[in-house]
């Protein structure tokens, strides 16, 4: 996947963040922290993969689905720019 790996090196870091934020999870529920903060880690690790999960689907979109000369103003390109849209909506 082309996309993926042009941006291998922004991708990895937020894969790390997201790794320390599962390992603070961890940390949170072996020391038996309380349920609120657990939730608030639990909702964080949800958000960050995500923002992951949105951020890929984009690239696929305009690698993969979208031709390569498409004109930004054509109707694929804003279909594409909606899907994108409500994606980044639905993730959040």
Do not use: W
């Amino acid at each position: 996947m082309a996309h993926t790996k042009r941006d291998q090196a922004k991708l990895l870091l937020r894969v790390r963040r997201i790794r320390g934020q599962i390992n603070a999870l961890e940390r949170a529920l072996t020391d038996e922290a309380e349920c609120f903060s657990i939730l608030q880690l639990m909702a964080a690790c949800r958000g960050a993969l995500n923002g992951l999960m949105a951020e890929v689907i984009e690239g696929h979109v305009r690698f993969h689905v979208l031709p390569p000369d498409v004109k930004t103003n054509s109707p694929q390109a804003e279909a594409a720019e909606e899907l994108i849209e409500i994606i980044g909506t639905y993730l959040k």
